[in-house]
């Protein structure tokens, strides 16, 4: 380290001074008149010319430091200015301004560490500087971090704040608007224009004319203008005089957040004429210029000492060598430089601007080159604290520029702060130190990886670079197969084509930043420079993971959390840079896989050297799984876990639980619920450390390993000690000789060779969780941009259709469509050019192979994990989550600019992921109901899609069936209603009147979203559909107990529909104005569609197995069909009563309720009726119809009502015609075809015959001889031994739920067949 003074001497090299000839060439020793042109040369004043040689003082090290003090001397003036600027006149308070988190603030905030950013986290709080105004001319900058809800401005201390009035709402506080863009003082009134996220706001207060003004951007002074637009005075007169002195300050809303700057950096928009409220280091300013001017002299001056003479160079060509001459200069300029380069003001205005100079000045290479060099020199002259302070500001102001720079359309600001972060980077040691202390501890660096989106296109200069605009006619996301073909004329194809030649243009743009970013991740993933310590990547995995930890954890706490948005871009770089150094070390280790083939070991989950937090895994706890497969993990992957450590740990996991928070947050969190404002550590994407709870390594206990080759002795056992992400070193994560690192506990289905590096491993494990965290639904929102488009798209077209209908003597009606026209077009061409950005940015074809990579990376890892049997229970919920939602986002997100058909080896994919959710949606294994009902809806969607559902026909037929089997285990005990809709998905298509897509008299609405799973078109399965007819006939146990089910459900369902329609009728009779709750109607529709579903169910089980039913040989037929046809005489009377309640609901039509009508369950009960009555075999229909009309439920005339008669038909004579007012099957020709309406008519021929038969042939029963519990049946059934009686449908049903006796609860042996007369006959004989 260099000692500061004039006598210097190095204590990192020894310099030996000698005036031989010889040795001058090698040590750089100079003679006095080149030593004197040298330090004169780089030690001139920036300012004034060049003194003549004669003229000069002769220089030398012993005179350098006093010609340095005159070099260096500023005005007496400005020293005292400087030194006394909490004394400057019109300015009161410290002279550092910063916001006042102790007394002056309303509401909740959270303040950042440097007291200059501020987070709402309260309905409406307010803050204010330490500092205030009274006379003279200021000013200050607000960064917009969020574009919400605020409210910027000035107020005296006497204005009185809470969370419903803010800074503007009070007498003497004045604010700025642009969230609603309208000023405030206690009233408001239209002012300015709308602000966005980015955008630089800068408040202006004229104390001398009593005006106040606000601007986002400069232009002419004294004011500030956006696009060149002056926002002018908003207020004038302002009171003055005694006691009046205004503070900065801002009322914000929760989660919005700024950044102020009162001048503690350089203003990024000065205006003439007005001050910043905290001066900047004026002197210190000028002595940081000068000094830069004498390090730019060296860099751009060699010593030639053979020669004798000063040789100008390149600072990139100019190399550090090690003369004495260079490195006395050198230690004087620093010795005075360093302390000034600790300085946030200084560093900004000073070192920023010179090494943007460098950048912008040569090529990547050149600039790389004099940077290295800068660094060096800091590193060697400079205290390691104090380049450390100088490396955290810079990166904090290159932060602070990327984020904060407008986008212009060459995206050129954001590339050249890029590439000097870059070559920053690229410098080993100072890379080290920034990932250990700053970029995740500090700063927001993921923001260093996102191109912010534009809201104003035409300040992203978008008009130019896509003059053409262009929309789809119709958007859709279900590939080519469901795309909507239709002919473009000439004029939409040359409007197409030059859109996307724009699209085009401005994706070559966006790439070069984006392979920046990646670059910068492929240095942070640097694991070659371990010299002299650890390497890049072992830093990263450890921030990384540390940030993945306070990202999962915070879920919920948004202002802790970092943004989607960012997430998005980091997670695509990481891919990037993540696949470029596994295919790297590919080729030099061919026994390693290509990334293309990437997976996660299923070791790493249960092993203990990954920390996966408190994430839930699919068999539960970690702690309970340790427990209850502590054998497996013994005979499988050779790991023996210590009970006194699991112990110990499952201890430690329930105090956990207990405490409502770590002891470290609690008292940050208590001063937050009295109301404090905080000066709170940043989460890392805010700048500061993490406020989360101290990283735990949950995941670890101690375990011992044996070797998977052969058994070990109790002494070979080794035992791993259990480390925290912080603790882990290189050997611990690449492993070694004996040890595997992170894949250590390798199961005996796992390959020997390695597949990567392991740390590689472990970053793909976090850019999966991160998918899983908040990128998924940051892809869903985005997907709204087209969304508008389509939807302005639609409204464009329906108004010029209006134009071309509209009579022309209608002049006020044709200037209003033409008005509206011209909206809507302005307003489309500025969302085409913004979704022209979205895709490029994050719909991209290149983004979609990234989403696609991943998917295919978690089915590999489930399909290894599933190979080791028990121990699948450890892998982290979130894979299957992630596989799932990654095939929804390709498969919805994406279109229709890219199609997932079109990406490699997708029939592949589909039918693995087919696999995976067919065998696992029932897996024992598998107990989180979360992730189960995930797993259900997800398979419940895959079939409603004609290529999902092909990937499901190919699965292996073991698999095939094994589902069907799943689906066709009895309801009780389990989510049975996505079951149901995955039965009724393989049927429709095939039911009667069933081949809709939406409902008939809902055509003429429009969906909320048409490419709903339920609103596709029917695409049956006929092989799934054999699977399931098989195994109903395959055991007597199956169809009964799945059908009892299904029926119970069905009675359960329709029941409940039947009691709030009641309830929703009665809310609407009332004379008094009442709403119905909108969940209440929400759960009705639901049991509706349900009780149709369940029915299409028996619909599709009665056609393929019909005997069921039907075959009384079979012990439960007759008991089966006994309680469908009393259930569907219950929905028929229900439904099809005159003037029912039924009827009134549906003429309600009311919003939430709109699948509700006749319709569907009418076909419904009409399939099965049909099936039962006509398409049965004869024996089979006289049972069917026996049963049917023996039920007392059963009325002829809700048969006629299907085909809209009042009354049956008198036999013999043909059907009238419909009924044009009532409901009738033949009004829907569209969905029923004339056979099937010839079966409707057959059917009711039939039962008028039968039903007039049973009535001339029916004798009356005495109400002694009726079932004592349904009163509707004969006495037919004998109980033993007890002897009590009922109808053998009712005792049958009984006893599948229950053996006790109805009447007495003895146990029932045996149930008899009981007829009166024989039992009358036998008495007598016995007599």
């Keep these: 380290m260099a000692s500061k003074g004039a006598g210097m001497a190095f204590s990192r090299k020894s310099y030996g001074l000698t005036s031989d000839a010889e040795k001058s060439r090698v040590t750089g020793i100079v003679h006095e008149k080149l030593l004197d042109d040298y330090l004169h040369r780089i030690f001139s004043s920036t300012g004034r010319a060049p003194m003549a040689a004669t003229s000069r003082k002769l220089l030398n090290f012993q005179n350098l430091p006093e010609h340095l003090d005159q070099l260096l001397h500023v005005d007496e003036e400005a020293e005292e200015e400087e030194e006394s600027q909490g004394q400057v006149e019109g300015r009161l308070g410290p002279s550092t301004v910063v916001l006042d988190h102790?007394?002056?603030?309303?509401?909740?905030?959270?303040?950042?560490?440097?007291?200059?950013?501020?987070?709402?986290?309260?309905?409406?709080?307010?803050?204010?500087?330490?500092?205030?105004?009274?006379?003279?001319?200021?000013?200050?900058?607000?960064?917009?971090?969020?574009?919400?809800?605020?409210?910027?401005?000035?107020?005296?201390?006497?204005?009185?704040?809470?969370?419903?009035?803010?800074?503007?709402?009070?007498?003497?506080?004045?604010?700025?608007?642009?969230?609603?863009?309208r000023k405030w003082n206690v009233t408001t009134t239209n002012y300015g224009k709308a602000w966005a996220a980015g955008d630089i706001v800068s408040c202006l207060i004229d104390l001398d004319e009593g005006t106040l003004s606000f601007c986002l951007t400069p232009s002419d002074p004294p004011f500030c203008s956006r696009n060149g637009v002056s926002l002018g005075t908003a207020f004038e007169n302002l009171s003055r005089g005694l006691g009046m002195a205004y503070f900065p300050a801002i009322s914000l809303s929760f989660k919005e957040s700024v950044a102020f700057n009162f001048g503690s950096r350089p203003l990024r928009y000065p205006v003439v004429g007005y001050r910043p409220l905290q001066d900047p280091p004026s002197a210190d300013l000028v002595r940081a210029q000068e000094l830069l001017g004498c390090?730019?002299?060296?860099?751009?001056?060699?010593?030639?000492?053979?020669?004798?003479?000063?040789?100008?160079?390149?600072?990139?060509?100019?190399?550090?060598?090690g003369q004495p001459t260079v490195l006395l200069t050198l230690a004087h300029i620093f010795h005075r430089f360093a302390p000034l380069l600790r300085k946030v003001y200084l560093v900004e205005a000073v070192l920023m601007s010179f090494l943007l100079g460098v950048v912008e000045a040569g090529t990547p290479a050149q600039a790389q080159s004099v940077v290295h060099q800068v660094l060096d020199l800091l590193w060697l002259f400079m205290e390691d604290y104090e380049v450390q302070d100088c490396l955290k500001q810079l990166m904090m102001s290159l932060l602070r520029l990327y984020r904060f720079s407008p986008?212009?359309?060459?995206?050129?600001?954001?590339?050249?702060?890029l590439r000097l972060t870059i070559a920053i980077l690229s410098h080993e040691k100072s890379r080290k130190f920034l990932l250990s202390h700053v970029l995740f501890d500090v700063l927001r660096s993921v923001v260093f990886f996102y191109i912010k989106s534009p809201l104003r296109v035409e300040e992203a200069g978008l008009q130019e670079l896509i003059p053409t605009t262009w929309w789809p006619h119709r958007s859709s996301r279900e590939g080519k197969e469901s795309k909507e073909v239709k002919d473009e004329t000439s004029e939409e194809r040359l409007r197409r084509r030059a859109y996307e030649r724009g699209c085009q243009r401005l994706k070559k743009r966006i790439e070069v930043v984006e392979e920046l970013q990646v670059q910068i991740l492929k240095l942070l993933l640097n694991n070659q420079d371990d010299n002299g310590g650890e390497a890049?990547?072992?830093?990263?995995?450890?921030?990384?993971?540390?940030?993945?930890?306070?990202?999962?954890?915070s879920r919920g706490n948004m202002p802790m959390l970092c943004p989607p948005e960012y997430m998005v871009c980091f997670l695509h770089r990481l891919i990037s840079a993540l696949?470029?150094?596994?295919?790297?070390?590919?080729?030099?280790?061919?026994?390693?896989?290509?990334?293309?083939?990437?997976?996660?070991?299923?070791?790493?989950?249960?092993?203990?050297?990954?920390?996966?937090?408190?994430?839930?895994?699919?068999?539960?706890?970690?702690?309970?799984?340790?427990?209850?497969?502590?054998?497996?993990?013994?005979?499988?992957?050779?790991?023996?876990?210590?009970?006194?450590?699991?112990?110990?740990?499952?201890?430690?996991?329930?105090?956990?639980?207990?405490?409502?928070?770590?002891?470290?947050?609690?008292?940050?969190?208590?001063?937050?619920?009295?109301?404090?404002?905080?000066?709170?550590?940043?989460?890392?994407?805010?700048?500061?450390?993490?406020?989360?709870?101290?990283?735990?390594?949950?995941?670890?206990?101690?375990?011992?390993?044996?070797?998977?080759?052969?058994?070990?002795?109790?002494?070979?056992?080794?035992k791993v000690r259990t480390l925290s992400a912080e603790q882990r070193t290189r050997e611990d994560i690449e492993g070694s000789q004996w040890n595997e690192g992170l894949l250590v506990g390798r199961p005996p289905e796992e390959p020997e060779q390695?597949?990567?590096?392991?740390?590689?491993?472990?970053?793909?494990?976090?850019?999966?969780?991160?998918?899983?965290?908040?990128?998924?639904?940051?892809?869903?929102?985005?997907?709204?941009?087209?969304?508008?488009?389509?939807?302005?798209?639609?409204?464009?077209?329906?108004?010029?259709?209006?134009?071309?209908?509209?009579?022309?003597?209608?002049?006020?009606?044709?200037?209003?469509?033409?008005?509206?026209?011209?909206?809507?077009?302005?307003?489309?061409?500025?969302?085409?050019?913004?979704?022209?950005?979205?895709?490029?940015?994050?719909?991209?074809?290149?983004?979609?192979?990234?989403?696609?990579?991943?998917?295919?990376?978690?089915?590999?890892?489930?399909?290894?994990?599933?190979?080791?049997?028990?121990?699948?229970?450890?892998?982290?919920?979130?894979?299957?989550?992630?596989?799932?939602?990654?095939?929804?986002?390709?498969?919805?997100?994406?279109?229709?600019?890219?199609?997932?058909?079109?990406?490699?080896?997708?029939?592949?994919?589909?039918?693995?992921?087919?696999?995976?959710?067919?065998?696992?949606?029932?897996?024992?294994?598998?107990?989180?109901?979360?992730?189960?009902d995930s797993l259900m809806q997800a398979l419940a969607s895959y079939v409603c899609y004609p290529n999902s559902l092909r990937a499901v026909e190919r699965i292996p037929e073991e698999q095939r069936i094994a589902m069907v089997r799943s689906l066709l285990a009895p309801y009780e005990q389990r989510p049975w209603a996505q079951t149901n809709w995955i039965l009724v998905r393989l049927w429709r298509g095939c039911g009667f009147g069933y081949r809709y897509t939406r409902l008939p008299h809902l055509l003429k609405t429009k969906p909320e979203d048409a490419n709903l799973p339920s609103l596709q078109k029917p695409c049956p399965s006929t092989l799934l559909q054999q699977h399931m007819a098989d195994l109903l006939r395959e055991g007597p146990d199956v169809a009964p107990s799945f059908l009892n089910s299904v029926l119970n459900q069905l009675n359960w369902a329709f029941s409940e529909f039947i009691g709030m329609i009641q309830e929703i009728q009665q809310a609407a009779e009332r004379l008094e104005r009442n709403f119905v709750d909108s969940r209440q109607l929400k759960v009705c529709a639901t049991c509706f569609d349900l009780s149709v579903s369940l029915l299409r169910v028996l619909e599709?089980?009665?056609?393929?197995?019909?005997?069921?039913?039907?075959?009384?040989?079979?012990?439960?037929?007759?008991?089966?069909?006994?309680?469908?046809?009393?259930?569907?005489?219950q929905v028929l009377n229900r439904v099809t009563a005159e003037r029912n309640l039924f009827d009134r609901v549906v003429t309600l039509r009311l919003p939430g309720l709109e699948s509700v009508d006749h319709y569907p369950i009418l076909v419904a009960v009409t399939g099965i009726l049909v099936r039962l009555l006509v398409h049965g075999p004869a024996s089979g229909t006289e049972r069917a119809t026996s049963v049917l009309l023996a039920d007392p439920c059963f009325q002829l005339r809700s048969i006629c009502?299907?085909?809209?008669?009042?009354?049956?038909?008198?036999?013999?004579?043909?059907?009238?015609?419909?009924?044009?007012?009532?409901?009738?099957?033949?009004?829907?020709?569209?969905?029923?075809?004339?056979?099937?309406?010839?079966?409707?008519?057959?059917?009711?021929?039939?039962?008028?015959?039968?039903?007039?038969?049973?009535?001339?042939?029916?004798?009356?029963?005495?109400?002694?001889?009726?079932?004592?519990?349904?009163?509707?049946?004969?006495?037919?059934?004998?109980?033993?031994?007890?002897?009590?009686?009922?109808?053998?449908a009712c005792i049958n049903q009984h006893l599948m739920n229950n053996k006790d006796c109805f009447f007495c609860k003895a146990t029932i042996v045996s149930v008899e067949d009981w007829d009166k007369a024989a039992s009358a006959s036998a008495t007598s004989s016995a007599a």
């Excluded at 007291?115 to 205030?132: E, Q």
């Design 102 to 181: 102790t007394g002056g603030f309303e509401g909740l905030l959270l303040v950042d560490d440097d007291l200059l950013g501020v987070i709402g986290h309260s309905n409406f709080g307010t803050i204010r500087s330490t500092t205030c105004v009274y006379k003279g001319k200021w000013v200050y900058e607000v960064l917009i971090s969020s574009q919400g809800l605020m409210q910027i401005g000035w107020c005296t201390i006497n204005c009185r704040f809470n969370q419903e009035e803010g800074v503007g709402d009070t007498h003497n506080s004045y604010a700025y608007d642009g969230n609603r863009v």
């Design 295 to 321: 390090f730019q002299a060296v860099l751009s001056v060699e010593l030639d000492p053979v020669q004798g003479r000063l040789v100008e160079k390149e600072s990139s060509e100019w190399q550090l060598q």
């Design 407 to 417: 986008i212009v359309p060459d995206l050129a600001l954001q590339i050249r702060y």
């Design 536 to 553: 890049s990547r072992y830093i990263f995995l450890t921030k990384f993971r540390k940030f993945l930890q306070e990202n999962a954890s």
């Design 579 to 718: 696949r470029y150094y596994w295919d790297e070390y590919k080729a030099s280790n061919p026994r390693a896989t290509f990334s293309e083939e990437a997976y996660i070991p299923p070791q790493v989950f249960y092993n203990g050297k990954v920390d996966y937090f408190d994430l839930q895994r699919l068999g539960g706890l970690l702690s309970h799984l340790r427990k209850t497969l502590k054998d497996d993990l013994a005979s499988k992957a050779n790991i023996l876990i210590d009970p006194l450590e699991l112990q110990a740990a499952t201890m430690d996991d329930l105090d956990e639980d207990e405490e409502p928070a770590p002891a470290a947050a609690q008292r940050p969190m208590q001063a937050l619920a009295m109301g404090g404002a905080l000066p709170l550590p940043r989460p890392s994407w805010l700048s500061s450390p993490t406020l989360g709870r101290a990283n735990r390594f949950l995941s670890t206990a101690a375990v011992s390993l044996m070797t998977p080759r052969r058994p070990l002795s109790t002494s070979e056992k080794v």
């Design 754 to 932: 390695p597949l990567t590096e392991n740390s590689l491993l472990e970053v793909l494990d976090g850019a999966i969780m991160m998918y899983n965290l908040s990128v998924h639904q940051q892809l869903g929102k985005m997907v709204g941009v087209s969304d508008d488009v389509n939807e302005y798209a639609m409204a464009l077209r329906d108004t010029e259709d209006k134009l071309r209908r509209c009579p022309k003597r209608r002049k006020d009606i044709l200037a209003e469509l033409t008005k509206s026209q011209k909206v809507f077009s302005e307003k489309l061409d500025h969302l085409s050019r913004r979704l022209a950005w979205v895709h490029a940015t994050v719909y991209s074809q290149e983004k979609m192979q990234d989403i696609y990579w991943l998917l295919r990376v978690c089915l590999r890892t489930i399909e290894h994990g599933d190979r080791t049997g028990p121990l699948f229970a450890f892998m982290p919920e979130f894979y299957l989550s992630v596989a799932i939602n990654s095939y929804s986002a390709l498969k919805n997100y994406f279109g229709p600019v890219h199609s997932m058909e079109e990406l490699p080896g997708y029939e592949e994919t589909l039918t693995r992921l087919a696999a995976i959710l067919a065998k696992h949606f029932a897996d024992t294994r598998i107990v989180g109901t979360d992730i189960r």
């Design 1100 to 1129: 599709m089980t009665i056609t393929l197995v019909p005997e069921i039913f039907l075959d009384w040989a079979q012990p439960t037929s007759e008991m089966l069909l006994r309680r469908l046809a009393q259930l569907l005489n």
């Design 1201 to 1288: 009502y299907l085909l809209g008669q009042p009354e049956p038909p008198t036999p013999g004579t043909a059907l009238p015609a419909p009924d044009q007012k009532r409901f009738s099957l033949q009004s829907y020709t569209d969905y029923i075809s004339v056979e099937e309406l010839a079966q409707v008519e057959q059917m009711l021929a039939h039962l008028t015959s039968a039903s007039a038969q049973a009535a001339a042939a029916s004798l009356p029963t005495s109400e002694e001889d009726l079932c004592p519990i349904c009163y509707a049946h004969p006495i037919s059934a004998v109980f033993q031994p007890c002897g009590h009686k009922s109808c053998k």
